[in-house]
Every structure is written in structure tokens, then in C-alpha cells.
């Protein structure tokens, strides 16, 4: 039936209807990723009543364009269906093409067009009945079907037909939870934590610290690499680059050894907040996690929380363990990149014992040495910018 049936991909999205007086907001910003996730691929998409229907691409694309809707976060969930005239003879023919020839099954019908001459539990009747009648080895099971058929008959005088659902990404739309900061080193964690921040809607900007030369451009195509991963998440980022080696240099030369981690931090920590101020981000985002290494200890927190004034710092693995991080890590498809074996500026200048508890006292005696303001301002002088 040229012309007549097409591809179409069903996507339902999640959450979204929780949030009452600014639906409408929430809905136009999902509409935007997902026209955003689709650039460059010929398609359209419509909204009837409480889903979104892509229409209008070539059926040699379905995969690519499922692919990417499922990274788009806010979506619940996706189905590949076919667009027939919404007649029982061209619904059934479709349902006889993709049902299988045996197992259990059962037909749902939602109807949206309630001129159309039978009702969904008579459809589900009529197009079942035929389809026992052509395929002996199938029985209906109401209650658990090995296989669900569903029929949407809608107001435009088509029905959308399909079976499957693929699982989205879930979440919320990025971009309506406002935008945080995220420290990303080339480690496993910070790409995770990002990840997870955005799933919450929340647009990021990326922050990266190097030692150049200590650590080499391999480290920093690593981290442009997870940037550019990430950001197939977010629709697009901005990673910063920042330079501490005279930092790193400074602590060296004039602090105590082991104090070096817990140092750098609060240098972190300082650039991350003026660079919040500068583009408009709201929050810090790390990847620690609890207890994971020695200064990720709630002193070592505290001490880098207290340099920070006007932002909040979110951690959200810190109840997480590394196996599990690992694994999510595997699923979004940074973890190949992360273990690629270039070095942090936090390995540079490591001390033999870094300080599990430090005592804020102490630290802040320690930096005295320092002169902070000048070298966090030449470190932003050090700012480069990339978009991905
Ligand atoms: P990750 O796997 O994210 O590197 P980690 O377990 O190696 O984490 P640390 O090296 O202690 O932990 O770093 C803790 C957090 O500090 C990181 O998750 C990241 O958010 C931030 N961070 C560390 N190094 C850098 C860096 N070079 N640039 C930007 N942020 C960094
Ligand atoms: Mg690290």
C-alpha cells in the first residue's frame, strides 16, 4: 500500500505529566530535544493526546532514529508502528504481518477517534477473532500474552499499529532543571555523575583541570572524548579547560606534602564557583562517592565545600558503590574511554600519604602560604572553551 502505510515511531514520555501548572514548559522543552536529537535526519513530529509520533522519515532510518530518541532523557518509552488508513481490512493486515504464527497474544485498542464505528473492546474482538482464524497455532491470554498487538485508531482517519516497546531513558527533559557545573576528570566517576545530574533535567557545563606538561594531550583528547559523549546526552555542552600546574607547582614547593589532594580541591572548587558566576550554572557536580579513596572522606568534603559560597556542590554517587558505578558507567558508554590509562593532574605530584581527615584549621594555615586570589585568577586566564 504505497503511499498509504508508513513507518512511525510511538514515544511516551515520563514524569512530565507530574508537574501540573507548568506542563506546557516541560512539553515544549522535551519537543526541543527530541528535534534536537533528530537534526540532520528528514522526519516530522506531531502530538497527539499525550505522546509524540515521529512521522515522516525514510523506513531505512528507524534504527538510527530510535537510537537516538532513547538517549534522549524525559523518554519513557518507544514503539516502531506502521500508519494505516483506520479501516478494520487495512488495520487487520497489518496485525496479520507483524503477529507471530504461534504463542499467546492479546489485542489492545486505544481509540481516540469516537466516530469510528466499533468500540476498542469490539475491535479487540473483530480483529482478534480474524487473526485466530488465520493463525491456528496463536491463542489469546488476556492476563500474561507472550506478544501485545496494539492498535491506536486516531481523529486524522488513520491507526497506528505496533508491537514491542523499547525502553527509553527515563528521566526528565534536560534544560528544566537548570545547569550545574560538572568537574570531569578522565576518571570513571565524573562522567557518571554527569550523566546522572542531566538525567534529572539538568543542563551541564564541564569543567576540566590539566597539568600540561605533567600530563600529556592524550589526557585531554580523553576528556574531550567523554565531553563529546556526554554531551549526546545533553544535546550539546561546553567543556572548559583549565590549567593547574602552577597551582600544583605552588602547593608543591610551599605546603605540606601530604595536604597536596585537599589543596588542589579548594583550588577546584574556587575556579568551578567563578566559572558558575561566569556562565550562569547553578551548582557544582562531582563524581566522589563516600569513602571511595582517602580524600573523599566527609572532611575531605567539608574542607573543599568551605571555599564555596554562592553555589551548592552535588555529589550524586556518593551513596554508590564502585561496582556500581562501573556498570552504569558500561551502560552510557563512557567506561572504555575512562580506563584508557592517561594521567590526572590529581597523580601529579600524588603524596606517598595523602590526608584522610584534614582538619579545616590546618588546611587553611597550610594555604596561608599561597596566595589564592592571584593564582585562581591566572588559572582562569588559562580558560579555554569547547563545544561540543
Ligand atoms: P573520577 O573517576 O571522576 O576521576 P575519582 O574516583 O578518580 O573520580 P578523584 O580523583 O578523587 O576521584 O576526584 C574526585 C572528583 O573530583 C572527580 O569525580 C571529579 O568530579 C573531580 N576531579 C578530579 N580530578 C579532576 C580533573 N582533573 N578535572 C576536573 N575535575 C576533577
Ligand atoms: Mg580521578
Redo the contacts with the bound molecule.
Sequence with gaps: MNGQTEKVIIVRYCEIHLKGKNRGYFEQVFMNNLERSLAGIRHEIRRPSGRYVVENFDAGMTDEIVARLSKVFGVHTLSVGTKVPSDMDAIFEEILRISPNGGTFKIVTNRADKHFPLDSMQVNAEIGGRLLAKKPDLRVDVHEPETILHIDIRENGTALVFEGIVKGAGGMPVGTAGKGM????????????GYMIAKRGMKLEC????SYPYTNMQAREK?EELARILAGYTGGLNLHVVS?THIQEEIHKKCPEEMM?TLL?RF?MRIAERLCKETGAQCI?????LG??A??TIEGMTSSNAVIEGVPVLRP?VGFDKTE?IERARAIGTYET?VLPYE???TVFLPKHPLIRPDLKKVENAESALDVEALVNEALASAEKVNF
Design positions: 560538572l568537574l570531569l576528570s578522565g576518571g570513571i566517576d565524573s562522567p557518571v555523575a569543567l576540566h583541570f590539566h576528556v593547574v589532594i580541591r577546584m557536580v562531582t563524581g566522589e562517592s571511595q579513596v580524600s573523599q554517587l558505578i575512562s590526572d593532574c590529581c
